[in-house]
């Protein structure tokens, strides 16, 4: 067979088009690292870990990196260091006037329909969930996948059901302690519960106070919002971030304290979710001009004890989700139920996929733990499905 010049050169092209970058990204005035920073062009995607460390492809040369609060970097392959440095944004704060023009928020409504699909689309995801026992990990889980959604938003039109959720797992690991020292099991979450906690919520209503500043030279606003002092028992305060050029949500922060929250009790033990925190990122396709969750985490922290308060434990449930192909033409065939604890499916692991996986790297404390869990010598039953 006779290969032509131009069929060499191009061979050569692909074979060497693809770039590579390992780096950590870290805040410039305290220098700790930053989870959830976007690493992104028009064709790939990734965010950093725990340790703000992330791995990076692509065909391009262009790379932004950006987490909300923080000034955007746009640069490209040769210029990125092993440490990336990001400034915290500065905040203009608005003087409050009052008009009849409507409010921010009446702007969000409006423009829903205009700027999310709230209608069926498909996407496809990576989700990890990390569970701590007292500060130490006792589980981890990633799971890899097709999605197809009945919408992004639930308006008052559209009321949420199991089935607006088709999974097809197509990857998963997991490795992980079945129950603690005191012979309880944490039930992880299911897809559907998963999907629907990392929706935006609305915090606006006559519970909350709201403040708004803008920043980027006036082109965005941070709404936030704060429970009033009346409703003590649940404190609840976070923000948006609103592209004021069309009046959608890029971002939203939540976090939830309870006190003195009342105990559920299975047999002789008592729980309670004492904290949650979730954050929600949107981006906006070029090609649809919808917004879509490109990355979204939810934190959960749960007091345990027994009936006569001997102990307390605490359990604190991580879980990351990224999306890609938004709207994408392919097929979903459901193979998994989206209402099963997630810590329960089954499904073969891959060591040629996830050695390959750059989207959201182990951390080291997580490579640490699955080594030692998986130590023949460990006393704890080890429910896995990654092979030695």
Not at 35 to 41: A, Q, R, S
Not at 249 to 262: A, D, G
């Amino acid at each position: 067979m006779k290969l032509s010049l131009f069929t060499l050169l191009l061979f050569s092209y692909i074979g060497y088009s693809q770039q590579t970058i390992n780096a950590i990204v870290i805040d410039s005035a305290d220098n700790s690292p930053l989870e959830f920073v976007g690493i992104y062009n028009s064709k790939d995607h990734t965010i950093t870990n725990e340790d703000g460390r992330f791995q990076f492809s692509s065909s391009l040369d262009s790379i932004t990196i950006y987490r909300v609060g923080y000034d955007k970097l746009h640069t490209v392959f040769q210029k990125i260091n092993d440490t990336i440095y990001l400034n915290k944004s500065v905040l203009e704060l608005n003087e409050v006037t009052v008009t009849n023009e409507k409010t921010l928020w009446q702007k969000v409504r409006d423009s829903i329909r205009f700027n999310y699909p709230i209608y069926p689309y498909k996407e496809k995801f990576l989700l990890r969930g990390v569970l701590r026992y007292n500060g130490e990990i006792t589980r981890i889980q990633d799971l890899q996948g097709k999605l197809e959604r009945k919408t992004l938003l639930y308006t008052g039109k559209i009321n949420p059901d199991k089935k607006d959720f088709k999974v097809e797992l197509t990857n998963m690991r997991k490795v992980g302690l079945v129950k603690d020292e005191k012979k309880v099991y944490f039930i992880f979450e299911t897809f559907y519960q998963l999907f629907m906690n990392f929706t935006p919520m609305n915090a606006t209503g006559d519970a909350f106070d709201l403040t708004e500043s803008t920043f980027n030279n006036g082109s965005k606003t941070n709404l936030s919002f704060h429970t009033k002092p009346e409703f003590n028992n649940e404190i609840i305060n976070g923000h948006y971030i609103i592209n004021n050029d069309d009046n959608a949500i890029e971002r939203m922060y939540m976090v939830i304290n309870s006190k003195n929250s009342p105990y559920k009790k299975d047999g002789n033990i008592r729980f309670r979710t004492v904290a949650i925190e979730k954050e929600i990122s949107l981006s906006k396709s070029l090609i649809t001009n919808r917004y879509y969750i490109a990355s979204a985490k939810y934190d959960v922290k749960v007091e345990v004890t027994d009936d006569k308060n001997s102990y307390t434990s605490y359990y604190d449930v991580s879980f990351i989700l990224t999306t890609s192909d938004n709207e994408g033409d392919f097929d979903v065939k459901k193979n998994v139920s989206t209402s099963k604890d997630l810590f329960k499916i089954k499904y073969p692991y891959d060591q040629r996929y996830w050695n390959a996986q750059n989207q959201l790297l182990l951390t080291n404390e997580m490579l640490d733990f699955i080594e030692k869990v998986q130590d023949p010598s460990n006393e704890f039953k080890v429910r896995s499905n990654i092979k030695n």
